[in-house]
């Protein structure tokens, strides 16, 4: 936008505003003002800024593998991941349907990033087409259309049955691995009880016919496509315009999490290079989820100016990046579970830095801290592409995804810090990121308290209890370790869990892996105590 | 085949397809943002920098080619001017000795009962002759004032132990108007607090004691361990009550500050605006995210959203009572990045904080570090894009991220909650925005949350409530389809559990909830708001629940055993049930073997909000609707709510 176009609207409202005071009943076209923004009028005032998207790597086009020219004869594998819903029925309905064809249905083993390779490889042998079916959350559409793409490799037609409620993930999901045009039939998503109650004939029918279809149906010469996709490359500069016009310009293109920005001009971002010695072009990661989008130190840098961070933090923004970019974050990035990322800090990186380990640490008011947190929640965003409500399929959102930095209070705790627990040197600077950040604080009360707290979380995995410093030395007198206090806690919490979810995520030093444990036994204790004051010893705070 | 673009809501987003893949949208008619972008990329290609801005970054010298001007960045300023009482200082005489004096003992929360004993039995050792009273004192604006009884019988007094951060020191400051001289303990992370408090009260001087926290609260049960903190504090105390007053105790320094505006220099724009970040976050004016300077221009452009006048006063504001007017509230909503469109809704949200029925102290001061919850209900929340489907909290969506963050903003300015002395201990990341959303009221079987509490249809409101903590019932939800039984059942449990896995009973035998040991108002003060997802709620309507019913079954499927009560609590619920105050409780439970409602069921709410993708949350509370301290008779609201109205730029709200 022009600044003189910026002024005109500018001046429309606020005539908009004069004739229509007192007029409450005067209908004005609220476009006008929705639209409509800017007041800064100097040509001074204007920024060039860098475009803050991660890089997107060329890759392949997958063509879809020729389609059969009808079932007949045909042996037709039904895999379902995690727990199946109506696809169990829906396997059941098919192979009525279909009774010359034989329906094999088989559950692919483990969590949904198990590539359970035995399985596929009987596909490989044995399969003439395969239809794959899942009914779970935002976070397992990547890895079904990775399965989907791999069995398609293999020349056998495929076709994915998917909840409605996740068209955008599967859409943008496969996009994604280099098969735009993958094949998937959406069917309504009903409680397992009610399957015949809730879906009528006509519609299983429907569903049926589509895969049929999917698996039938020649190829279309899109779909036949191969050769080169996202050759396009992303101009370094954005876009050049007032302060409020890079606002809405960044908001509009979904690079921003709805609140302001600094502008990342040539300027800032020089500025922000000078805190590493590592060249602006070298890549940080190549997987920066959920798009998996390449990031380099200047991406980097541009988006630690848009978040308000200081030159100074840049060596911890790496260290973030790179962290990100591990497989963990795969399925928090995308899962309808709303997760935000814990991110704590150890280490001299600190002080240096002058964050605050003190009161009101996890909350608004320190720069390093408000800062670095609200850097991971941009890049997210910017150089990851996550949107909600197409690859970020969180149901409620959370308001911890804003900003949830804090670094540990190694000087006034009597235990070894966190870092050095999990193998690192004390002069080291360590950042440790977790899936969770659905906060619960201010347990007042002994540890049983605190157990009960952390058996009290809905979401199936282990805790970080924050503990004061006075506190962590009451419990020392007492004779208690900080290992003591974590097994402690986790015995304590497991029994009280509710029957219905008796598995626990593991939550290690590095984002937990997704895999299932048995928290009982398994050494990986899943509750871990960080030492941060609280202003109260009584008042732990519990984060799941 | 499968491209096709997806229902896009948002009228102001680009396509969903080219925000994620960056792919060049082919039928782009974002006119605005494609106008700026090729500007940007042709500038780049012929390799000048399209504007001139000097690069100052480069360590060492000045750079040549800097601007020749000096760039001035004027910013109104955010903080409300203060309507404290004015400065006092300590006028009643300390006496020279205590002996044959009248002591009063006034403990502030049960937990400081044991120090009292203690310090009672080291007075009367030392001054046998001294009369020792003991009375219990107002920790809250919630208790009753007895300060006029106890100047009345008292020579000099001791009051604490503060020891959480929503107790107030208003007793302490009458006292010491009453012309009796007393000292005040508190535990030491909360000296900041409690000073800021004095200051509040018109009587900075006031003397201060601290006693360390961790042995305070883990001597709780332990007489000997809690002797051992009072003789640790006992001669000091002595010299608090006897010590003449020195010339600052008397004339402390009055309060000033400037409310001008501030202006920022710098050798470019950028460099201004950085030390006006700085600036702001040293000073405790922001939250430590990059703020929108609120210029002149800004404000005067976020002030075209209301047909209020500017100066129109709203409110005090707690903790330190900031006058709220529209200005000053669209000051900080422009530092927080809102819209004009946004500022209606904002003012009645501040209008709602204010409130005398709205317990905003409790937020800003209370170490709980709990946060606000607001919603909006009626057509407005749509005109200005609020979300109120998938994702609902955060983040991507500008109405609700500024919306929440601007009155973050409001607390810290206009209240003056200063976070070294005010905000929780670890703090709180929702903090930042806090929990705002609008009800989907479009795709809820029932009628909204406002419609259902007396207002019309096309009104737009915005409820406030305090949220201590949240749960969320994750996979549980639509995605893993269970039947409905088993969902409520879960939404009933989530009630029950908000503080742990814990039978409701260990709220009325002490456990986790609340200090009161006042059975109904155990009931009556929890508040719960339960966010459900449309298909849930849809499932429940037609199994035939109207709302109503539906509250009313999940505060009834976990009851209280009457039998755990004790004789008190029981005489307490009895009359309650005679009266028919609860809903559920009828003189008929009131039996052994019995059961009685843990929670009222007026104080859950149900709210429609998400989408398809479905899970529940739980937003918990306690003790949030207060009376007015100036007119105790009147009812109590069970929410406050406020109307929005006077908006200038959209149509709803007017």
């Given at each position: 936008?022009?600044?003189?176009?910026s002024q005109?609207k500018?001046?429309l409202?606020?005539?908009t505003?004069?004739t229509?005071g007192?007029l409450?009943?005067?209908?004005?076209?609220?476009?006008?003002?929705?639209?409509?923004?800017a007041?800064?009028?100097?040509?001074?005032?204007?920024f060039t800024?860098?475009?803050?998207?991660?890089?997107r790597?060329?890759r392949?086009?997958?063509?879809?593998?020729p389609r059969?020219?009808?079932?007949k004869?045909?042996?037709?594998?039904?895999?379902?991941q995690?727990?199946?819903?109506?696809?169990?029925?829906?396997?059941?309905?098919l192979?009525?349907?279909?009774k010359?064809?034989?329906?094999v249905?088989?559950?692919?083993?483990g969590?949904?990033?198990?590539?359970?390779?035995e399985?596929r490889?009987?596909i490989k042998?044995?399969?003439?087409?395969?239809?794959?079916?899942t009914?779970?959350?935002g976070?397992s559409?990547?890895y079904a259309?990775?399965?989907i793409?791999?069995?398609?490799?293999?020349?056998?037609?495929s076709?994915?049955?998917?909840?409605?409620?996740?068209?955008q993930?599967?859409?943008?999901?496969?996009?994604?691995?280099?098969?735009p045009?993958?094949r998937?039939?959406?069917?309504?998503?009903?409680?397992?009880?009610?399957?015949?109650?809730d879906?009528?004939?006509?519609?299983?029918?429907k569903?049926?016919?589509?895969?049929?279809?999917?698996?039938?149906?020649?190829?279309s010469?899109?779909?036949?496509?191969?050769?080169k996709m996202?050759?396009?490359?992303?101009?370094?500069?954005?876009?050049?315009?007032?302060?409020?016009?890079v606002?809405?310009y960044f908001?509009?293109?979904?690079?921003?999490?709805?609140?302001p920005?600094?502008?990342p001009?040539?300027?800032?971002?020089?500025?922000?290079?000078?805190?590493?010695?590592?060249?602006?072009?070298?890549?940080?990661?190549?997987?920066?989820?959920?798009?998996?989008?390449?990031v380099?130190?200047?991406?980097t840098?541009?988006?630690?100016?848009m978040?308000?961070?200081r030159?100074?933090y840049?060596?911890?923004?790496?260290?973030?990046?790179?962290?990100?970019?591990?497989?963990a974050?795969t399925?928090?990035?995308?899962?309808?579970?709303s997760?935000?990322?814990i991110?704590?800090?150890?280490?001299?990186?600190?002080n240096e830095i002058?964050?605050?380990?003190?009161?009101?640490?996890?909350?608004?008011?320190?720069?390093?801290?408000?800062?670095i947190?609200?850097?991971?929640?941009?890049a997210v965003?910017?150089?990851?592409?996550s949107?909600?409500m197409?690859?970020?399929m969180?149901a409620?959102?959370?308001p911890?995804?804003?900003?949830?930095c804090?670094?540990?209070y190694?000087?006034e705790?009597?235990?070894?810090?966190f870092?050095v627990?999990?193998?690192?040197d004390?002069?080291e600077?360590?950042?440790?990121m977790?899936?969770?950040?659905?906060?619960?604080s201010?347990i007042?009360g002994?540890?049983?308290r605190?157990?009960a707290?952390v058996?009290?979380?809905?979401m199936?995995?282990?805790?970080?209890?924050?503990?004061?410093?006075d506190?962590?030395?009451l419990?020392?007198?007492?004779?208690m370790?900080?290992?003591?206090?974590?097994?402690?806690?986790?015995k304590?919490?497991?029994?009280?869990?509710n029957?219905?979810?008796?598995?626990?995520f593991?939550?290690?030093a590095?984002?937990?892996?997704?895999?299932?444990i048995?928290?009982?036994?398994?050494?990986?204790?899943?509750?871990?105590?960080?030492?941060?004051?609280?202003?109260?010893a009584?008042?732990?705070?519990?984060?799941? | 085949?499968?491209?096709?673009?997806?229902p896009?809501?948002?009228?102001?987003?680009?396509e969903?397809?080219?925000?994620?893949?960056?792919?060049?949208?082919?039928?782009?008619?974002n006119?605005?943002?494609?106008r700026?972008?090729?500007?940007?990329?042709a500038a780049?290609a012929?390799?000048?920098?399209?504007?001139?801005?000097?690069?100052?970054?480069?360590?060492?010298?000045?750079n040549t080619?800097?601007a020749?001007?000096?760039e001035?960045?004027?910013?109104?300023?955010p903080?409300?001017?203060l309507?404290?009482?004015?400065?006092?200082?300590?006028?009643?005489?300390?006496?020279a000795?205590?002996?044959g004096?009248k002591?009063?003992l006034?403990?502030?929360?049960p937990?400081?009962?044991?120090?009292f004993?203690?310090?009672e039995?080291?007075?009367?050792?030392k001054?046998?002759?001294?009369?020792?009273l003991r009375?219990?004192?107002?920790?809250?604006?919630?208790?009753?004032?007895n300060?006029?009884?106890?100047?009345a019988?008292?020579d000099?007094?001791?009051?604490?132990?503060?020891?959480?951060?929503?107790?107030?020191?208003d007793?302490?400051?009458?006292?010491?108007k009453?012309?009796?001289?007393?000292?005040?303990?508190?535990?030491d992370?909360?000296l900041a607090?409690?000073k800021?408090?004095?200051e509040?009260?018109?009587m900075?001087t006031?003397r201060i004691?601290?006693?360390?926290a961790v042995k305070?609260f883990?001597?709780?049960?332990?007489?000997?361990?809690?002797?051992e903190?009072?003789?640790?504090v006992?001669?000091?105390?002595?010299k608090?009550?006897?010590?003449?007053?020195?010339?600052?105790?008397?004339?402390?320094?009055p309060?000033?500050?400037?409310?001008?505006p501030?202006?920022f220099?710098?050798?470019?724009y950028?460099e201004?605006?950085?030390?006006?970040?700085?600036?702001?976050?040293?000073?405790q004016m922001?939250?430590?995210?990059?703020?929108?300077?609120?210029?002149?221009e800004?404000v005067e452009w976020?002030?075209?959203g209301?047909?209020?006048?500017?100066?129109?006063?709203?409110?005090?504001?707690?903790p330190?009572?900031?006058?709220?007017t529209?200005?000053?509230?669209?000051?900080?909503?422009?530092?927080?990045?809102?819209?004009?469109?946004y500022?209606p809704?904002?003012?009645a949200t501040?209008?709602a904080m204010?409130?005398?029925?709205?317990?905003?102290?409790?937020?800003?001061?209370?170490?709980?570090?709990s946060?606000?919850?607001m919603w909006?209900?009626?057509p407005i929340?749509?005109?200005?894009?609020?979300?109120s489907?998938?994702?609902?909290?955060?983040?991507?969506?500008?109405?609700?991220?500024s919306?929440g963050?601007?009155?973050?903003?409001c607390m810290?300015?206009?209240?003056?909650?200063?976070r070294?002395a005010?905000?929780?201990?670890?703090?709180?990341?929702?903090r930042?925005?806090?929990?705002?959303?609008?009800?989907?009221?479009?795709?809820s079987?029932?009628v909204?949350f406002?419609?259902s509490r007396?207002?019309?249809?096309?009104e737009?409101?915005?409820?406030?409530?305090e949220c201590?903590?949240i749960?969320?019932?994750g996979?549980?939800?639509?995605?893993?389809c269970q039947?409905?039984?088993?969902?409520?059942d879960?939404?009933?449990?989530?009630i029950?559990?908000?503080?742990?896995?814990?039978?409701p009973?260990?709220?009325f035998?002490?456990?986790?909830g609340?200090g009161?040991?006042?059975?109904?108002d155990i009931i009556?003060?929890?508040?719960?708001?339960?966010?459900?997802y449309?298909?849930?709620?849809?499932?429940?309507?037609?199994?035939?629940?109207s709302?109503q019913?539906?509250?009313?079954m999940?505060?009834?499927?976990?009851?209280?055993?009457?039998d755990?009560?004790?004789k008190?609590?029981?005489?307490?619920?009895?009359?309650?049930?005679?009266?028919?105050?609860i809903?559920?409780l009828?003189?008929?439970?009131?039996k052994?073997?019995?059961?009685?409602?843990?929670?009222?069921?007026?104080?859950i709410?149900?709210?429609?909000?998400g989408?398809?993708?479905?899970?529940?949350?739980?937003?918990?509370?306690?003790g949030?609707?207060v009376?007015?301290?100036?007119?105790?008779?009147?009812?109590?609201?069970?929410?406050?709510?406020?109307?929005?109205?006077r908006?200038a730029l959209?149509?709803?709200?007017?």
């Amino acid at each position: 936008m022009t600044s003189e176009n910026s002024q005109k609207k500018s001046m429309l409202s606020r005539r908009t505003f004069l004739t229509a005071g007192g007029l409450s009943a005067m209908a004005i076209p609220a476009v006008l003002s929705m639209t409509g923004s800017a007041y800064a009028s100097k040509d001074s005032d204007k920024f060039t800024v860098l475009n803050p998207q991660g890089i997107r790597q060329p890759r392949s086009r997958i063509p879809l593998s020729p389609r059969l020219k009808d079932l007949k004869g045909k042996t037709v594998y039904f895999v379902c991941q995690d727990k199946p819903v109506q696809t169990k029925e829906l396997a059941k309905r098919l192979g009525k349907y279909l009774k010359d064809t034989s329906v094999v249905f088989r559950m692919k083993k483990g969590w949904v990033d198990d590539p359970d390779m035995e399985l596929r490889n009987e596909i490989k042998q044995k399969a003439d087409a395969m239809i794959y079916g899942t009914a779970m959350g935002g976070g397992s559409g990547k890895y079904a259309v990775n399965w989907i793409s791999e069995v398609e490799k293999f020349g056998i037609p495929s076709v994915y049955i998917v909840g409605d409620p996740l068209k955008q993930d599967v859409e943008a999901s496969s996009g994604m691995f280099g098969m735009p045009s993958m094949r998937y039939v959406l069917t309504p998503l009903v409680p397992e009880e009610r399957v015949n109650e809730d879906i009528s004939d006509a519609q299983f029918n429907k569903v049926i016919e589509g895969i049929i279809q999917a698996l039938t149906k020649p190829l279309s010469k899109e779909e036949k496509k191969a050769g080169k996709m996202f050759t396009e490359k992303i101009p370094r500069i954005a876009m050049s315009g007032t302060l409020d016009e890079v606002q809405d310009y960044f908001y509009q293109h979904g690079w921003t999490d709805g609140l302001p920005i600094i502008p990342p001009t040539e300027e800032k971002v020089k500025e922000m290079l000078r805190g590493t010695s590592q060249p602006p072009d070298k890549v940080v990661t190549s997987v920066m989820h959920p798009e998996e989008l390449t990031v380099t130190v200047e991406k980097t840098a541009v988006v630690g100016v848009m978040a308000g961070c200081r030159p100074e933090y840049m060596p911890a923004l790496l260290a973030i990046i790179e962290n990100y970019g591990n497989p963990a974050f795969t399925h928090a990035a995308r899962s309808e579970s709303s997760f935000s990322i814990i991110t704590f800090f150890n280490g001299p990186i600190r002080n240096e830095i002058k964050m605050n380990p003190s009161t009101n640490a996890l909350g608004p008011g320190n720069r390093a801290n408000s800062s670095i947190g609200r850097f991971l929640s941009l890049a997210v965003i910017a150089l990851g592409g996550s949107q909600p409500m197409l690859n970020n399929m969180s149901a409620l959102g959370n308001p911890a995804r804003y900003s949830f930095c804090f670094p540990e209070y190694e000087e006034e705790s009597p235990f070894e810090p966190f870092h050095v627990s999990m193998g690192f040197d004390k002069k080291e600077s360590v950042v440790t990121m977790a899936a969770g950040g659905w906060c619960r604080s201010s347990i007042m009360g002994d540890l049983d308290r605190i157990a009960a707290a952390v058996a009290g979380f809905s979401m199936d995995k282990g805790g970080i209890v924050l503990m004061d410093p006075d506190a962590a030395k009451l419990y020392q007198q007492k004779g208690m370790e900080k290992k003591d206090i974590e097994k402690y806690i986790q015995k304590t919490a497991i029994p009280q869990r509710n029957e219905s979810s008796p598995r626990w995520f593991r939550l290690d030093a590095l984002p937990f892996a997704g895999n299932f444990i048995d928290p009982l036994n398994d050494p990986r204790c899943a509750v871990k105590l960080v030492v941060q004051e609280s202003r109260f010893a009584a008042d732990p705070c519990v984060i799941n | 085949m499968h491209y096709t673009s997806p229902p896009n809501n948002k009228k102001n987003k680009l396509e969903l397809k080219e925000r994620i893949t960056g792919m060049k949208n082919k039928s782009n008619n974002n006119d605005v943002s494609r106008r700026g972008f090729l500007k940007g990329a042709a500038a780049a290609a012929v390799g000048i920098p399209a504007v001139t801005l000097p690069l100052a970054c480069s360590p060492g010298k000045n750079n040549t080619t800097s601007a020749k001007n000096e760039e001035l960045l004027e910013v109104l300023n955010p903080r409300a001017e203060l309507h404290s009482l004015p400065v006092t200082g300590l006028t009643a005489p300390r006496p020279a000795d205590l002996a044959g004096k009248k002591i009063a003992l006034l403990s502030e929360k049960p937990d400081a009962a044991a120090f009292f004993d203690a310090m009672e039995k080291l007075l009367k050792e030392k001054y046998p002759t001294a009369e020792i009273l003991r009375f219990p004192s107002a920790a809250s604006p919630m208790q009753p004032d007895n300060s006029r009884e106890v100047a009345a019988k008292c020579d000099v007094w001791l009051q604490g132990v503060k020891s959480s951060g929503s107790s107030t020191v208003d007793t302490e400051a009458k006292l010491e108007k009453l012309g009796r001289p007393g000292v005040t303990f508190t535990v030491d992370g909360l000296l900041a607090q409690r000073k800021r408090l004095a200051e509040a009260n018109g009587m900075p001087t006031l003397r201060i004691l601290t006693i360390p926290a961790v042995k305070f609260f883990a001597s709780e049960k332990a007489p000997d361990k809690m002797m051992e903190i009072a003789s640790f504090v006992f001669d000091k105390t002595i010299k608090g009550l006897t010590d003449p007053l020195t010339e600052e105790e008397k004339n402390p320094a009055p309060f000033s500050f400037d409310y001008g505006p501030i202006t920022f220099k710098g050798k470019s724009y950028t460099e201004a605006n950085e030390s006006f970040q700085q600036y702001f976050i040293d000073n405790q004016m922001g939250d430590g995210i990059p703020l929108t300077p609120p210029t002149k221009e800004a404000v005067e452009w976020m002030l075209t959203g209301t047909s209020r006048s500017p100066q129109e006063e709203l409110g005090l504001m707690t903790p330190k009572d900031g006058m709220a007017t529209i200005e000053k509230v669209a000051v900080n909503s422009v530092m927080a990045g809102a819209k004009p469109e946004y500022l209606p809704v904002i003012i009645a949200t501040v209008e709602a904080m204010v409130d005398k029925h709205f317990n905003l102290y409790h937020i800003s001061t209370g170490t709980l570090n709990s946060k606000l919850l607001m919603w909006v209900n009626g057509p407005i929340a749509k005109e200005i894009g609020m979300n109120s489907g998938q994702g609902f909290l955060g983040y991507g969506f500008r109405a609700n991220s500024s919306i929440g963050r601007a009155v973050s903003l409001c607390m810290i300015n206009i209240g003056w909650a200063l976070r070294d002395a005010e905000i929780g201990m670890q703090g709180q990341p929702a903090r930042y925005c806090n929990y705002v959303f609008a009800e989907n009221e479009k795709e809820s079987p029932w009628v909204s949350f406002a419609v259902s509490r007396g207002y019309k249809p096309e009104e737009s409101t915005v409820t406030v409530e305090e949220c201590i903590t949240i749960n969320s019932l994750g996979p549980g939800g639509g995605m893993d389809c269970q039947p409905l039984a088993s969902d409520l059942d879960q939404l009933a449990a989530m009630i029950q559990g908000f503080t742990g896995p814990v039978p409701p009973e260990s709220k009325f035998t002490g456990g986790p909830g609340l200090g009161s040991s006042n059975a109904v108002d155990i009931i009556n003060s929890t508040y719960c708001e339960i966010g459900i997802y449309p298909t849930l709620a849809q499932q429940a309507f037609d199994a035939g629940y109207s709302k109503q019913e539906l509250t009313q079954m999940l505060c009834d499927k976990y009851r209280v055993k009457w039998d755990i009560l004790n004789k008190t609590q029981k005489k307490q619920i009895k009359e309650a049930a005679e009266a028919g105050t609860i809903p559920g409780l009828t003189p008929n439970d009131c039996k052994p073997g019995g059961t009685i409602p843990s929670i009222n069921s007026n104080h859950i709410v149900l709210l429609v909000v998400g989408g398809t993708v479905g899970q529940c949350i739980g937003f918990y509370s306690v003790g949030s609707i207060v009376t007015d301290p100036e007119n105790p008779d009147a009812p109590k609201p069970d929410f406050v709510t406020k109307t929005v109205h006077r908006a200038a730029l959209t149509k709803a709200g007017r």
